[in-house]
């Protein structure tokens, strides 16, 4: 299957913005991952004096989990679809939370106006993206020295248990969710990217191998483990650690 990349697969969620925020909401664990990654970046003092980036926003889901984790920050969010941004805006939102329409790079072309961020949060982007190494390396360079970054992902364990058990999901719910409203081909791909992306490890790798220190990744709890991970690092710090991963 030929995955939708970059700007295809931006319109493909323009397409699909009108219900994909309800297709999420209807998992409990969806809003709850994001909520526990964003926590992991463990801002100080609820981010005061602090900016983040949310960087892949879609329909807000990831910026509501950053705002809750860290309520006294200004956060900018960013995603390529504009018409999940119009789902995100028509939210309420305080003033120190803005969105912008921007591929992430786009985005990391024109930081010099935006940056430098104290935590980058990233949620499901790096394997709709056609170079991750680059859009890797353009996170730390968004970073000041020593900021935070944390990537949720759907980034299998390596388990052949958990590969099947994401088809299985896939096939008995992301996919029959996608044909109700008619964005087959989005939540088919869904589940073609994932097996095709990285392993837990091997993601963790490319966070290293562009250059950003205190790599750890921490599994999601519950029916995730081993389908969803965080990935921790920090531009600039001691050397790499892991956490429990399998």
Do not use: K
């Not at 801002?43 to 602090?50: E, M």
């Not at 989990?65 to 119009?86: E, I, N």
């Not at 309420?92 to 940056?115: I, N």
């Amino acid at each position: 299957m030929t995955l939708l990349r970059d700007h295809d697969l931006a319109r493909a969620f323009d397409h699909a913005s009108h219900t994909y925020g309800h297709l999420t909401a209807l998992d409990p664990g969806h809003r709850a991952g994001l909520l526990g990654s964003a926590r992991r970046l463990a801002l100080p003092d609820d981010g005061a004096g602090l900016h983040p980036l949310d960087l892949g926003c879609g329909t807000g889901a990831s910026t509501r989990a950053l705002l809750r984790a860290a309520p006294r920050a200004r956060s900018t969010a960013v995603d390529a679809s504009a018409g999940m941004l119009r789902r995100a805006r028509a939210e309420p939102w305080p003033a120190r939370v803005r969105f912008l329409h921007r591929t992430a790079e786009e985005f990391a072309t024109a930081r010099e106006d935006e940056g430098p961020f104290d935590a980058v949060f990233a949620a499901h982007l790096f394997r709709n993206v056609t170079a991750p190494d680059a859009v890797l390396g353009s996170v730390r360079g968004l970073l000041r020295p020593g900021g935070r970054s944390a990537a949720h992902e759907c980034s299998l364990s390596g388990s052949p248990v958990h590969r099947a058990l994401w088809s299985a999901v896939c096939r008995g719910l992301v996919i029959p969710a996608g044909t109700l409203t008619g964005d087959r081909t989005l939540y088919r791909r869904l589940r073609h990217s994932v097996v095709a992306f990285d392993t837990a490890l091997r993601f963790a790798a490319r966070l290293t191998r562009v250059g950003l220190t205190s790599v750890r990744v921490a599994p999601a709890a519950g029916r995730q483990t081993g389908m969803v991970h965080t990935f921790l690092a920090r531009n600039g710090g001691p050397e790499t650690t892991e956490e429990r991963v399998l």
